[in-house]
């Protein structure tokens, strides 16, 4: 029986701009509830001028937000973080209700707000500068300084967290932000700002501002005033927003598309193996850029590996994130269509479906963008996923016989986010951890996102790190300073 599913909780709607609630500009836009069709709210949408006005807002607290007493800042860094944790559950139900992820799940993310908050607000404490040795009678010191105000936009993948990760260390730094949130997912976000109202984040230090993503993303960069943009999306949006920072010389952080490949060896667990596949592709129905996309196994082990993906994905529920599945909804019809062309593609050219492979479109799924857990068999490289990221619940299979070879067929990529093998080789785990082109690497495991460790890719995956020390640093800008003592 489905049980009675809550409604929306009361949220603003408005722009947050110099620390006041304000109506865009523009019309208002619908939100959408993907698990049902449903409209939840229409939000206010900014233009160019109402993200000029942020940006000076953000410009004029600035020199304050950084001035103030290290002691002050941390306080209320850590008090944030501690209203998060306050209204878990309401942030949790209104990510559900917008982009579709279990309840368990957006619960899960918003638990790693938490945590982020709390390690930021410590980090604060520890941007070290150094003195080097000089000549008598001169000092020579390394100043670490916040770059400035930071332009930030964020996916509706992780509507929650990807906002914290940005905003945590910003702030943390001494900078200033202008957060621009996915048009699908704007209400987390500004369930999140409510808190840092209450919070007493001085006006002017976070402003949120939503709307055409074009318009505000150029506004941004063609700021001088913006000193730092960093941005979560796709590589053709970073392609572009990495070209228009160029003009005025930005800092800039860049966390792009994943295409991760998981290599099973013939000497690994594959109960443990199987287990992890499953919980991290049906993490957000496969719509995360660390979502296992390339799945390689060794020919002796196929078949046994098969049966038990099989087994395990049969029992893999589907349903609205309020109901206690395992995956929702996709975020859109954009995504299904993606999903049936790479499908389309594959079984032209000699793929096997093995489970499922089609829409999820009648009874309680018939207004919803839901698709069927799906295991697809001879993948090859003339097919289009094996070189294009899977956004959603496809488990494409390989099987391979040599470690060199499945070491240059995994770096066949573009991306390099992350990747996962299984081996209880410790001689191979040395070797194919070296060797694989990523910015993470999960060995027996998918732990590839903390608080207190690097996040990152390389190659078309994006630039730069978030969270741990060196989240922090990308914030910083390096002075040298040179004292005489005449």
């Keep these: 029986m489905t049980k009675e ?4 909780p009361n949220v603003r709607t408005e722009l947050f701009i110099d620390g006041k609630w304000k109506d865009g500009s523009e019309e208002r836009v619908a939100v959408v509830n993907p698990a049902t069709g449903e409209e939840l709210v229409k939000i206010a949408q900014a233009n160019k001028e109402d993200t000029k006005r942020a940006i000076e807002a953000a410009k004029v607290a600035f020199p304050i937000w950084a001035g103030m007493e290290l002691a002050e800042r941390v306080k209320i860094l ?7 944790e306050e209204n878990a559950d309401r942030l949790a139900l209104i990510m559900t209700l917008e982009q579709g992820k279990p309840l368990a799940e957006a619960k899960a993310e918003v638990q790693t707000n938490i945590e982020n908050m709390h390690w930021n607000a410590e980090e604060a404490r520890r941007v070290y500068g150094e003195t080097i040795p000089a000549p008598n009678n001169h000092k020579f010191e390394v100043k670490k300084q916040p770059v400035g105000v930071v332009g930030a936009i964020t996916p509706w993948n992780f509507p929650s967290n990807m906002i914290i990760r940005k905003i945590a260390p910003a702030i943390s730094a001494g900078c200033t932000v202008v957060l621009k949130p996915a048009s699908s997912t704007p209400l987390s976000a500004i369930a999140l700002f409510e808190l840092f109202e209450e919070a007493g984040l ?4 976070a402003n949120l501002v939503m709307g055409s993503a074009s318009e505000i993303g150029e506004t941004l960069t063609e700021s001088k005033d913006v000193r730092k943009l960093t941005f979560t999306g796709s590589t053709k949006v970073g392609q572009l927003l990495y070209e228009q920072s160029g003009k005025t010389l930005k800092k800039i952080s860049l966390e792009l598309g994943g295409h991760a490949p998981y290599i099973v060896f013939a000497d690994a667990a594959i109960d443990e193996a199987v287990d992890t596949l499953i919980k991290m592709k049906f993490r957000n129905n496969g719509q995360a850029c660390t979502s296992p996309n390339r799945i390689f196994v060794e020919e002796s082990i196929k078949e046994k590996f098969t ?4 087994k395990a994905v049969q029992n ?3 349903g609205s994130g309020q ?11 954009e995504a299904r269509e993606t999903i049936d062309a790479q499908l389309r593609d594959a079984t032209e050219k000699g793929a096997k479906i093995l489970f499922g492979g089609s829409r999820m479109d009648e009874g309680e799924y018939k207004n919803g963008f839901f698709y069927q857990p799906t295991v697809v068999d001879g993948i090859t490289r003339d097919m289009d996923i094996f070189y294009e990221e899977t956004f959603g619940p496809v488990i494409p299979l390989l099987s391979f016989n040599d470690e060199d070879k499945v070491i240059e067929m995994a770096n066949d990529s573009n991306f390099g986010l992350a990747s996962y093998f299984f081996t209880s080789d410790l001689r191979r785990a040395e070797k194919v951890s070296s060797a694989l082109e990523y910015g993470l690497v ?3 495991n998918s732990g590839v996102s903390q608080s207190e460790t690097p996040f990152g890719g390389v190659k078309f995956s994006g630039l730069g790190r978030e969270n741990g ?6 914030f910083l800008e390096i002075k040298f300073v040179h004292t005489s003592y005449l």
């Design 5 to 8: 599913r809550s409604k929306l």
């Design 78 to 84: 850590h008090r944030i973080g501690d209203l998060i």
């Design 202 to 205: 001085p006006a002017g230090v």
């Design 307 to 310: 049966e038990k993906v099989l």
């Design 316 to 318: 893999v529920t589907v």
């Design 323 to 333: 109901e206690e599945v395992d995956a929702g909804p996709l975020i859109n019809e």
């Design 442 to 444: 999960g060995v027996n």
């Design 469 to 474: 020390r060196q989240g922090i640093e990308e």
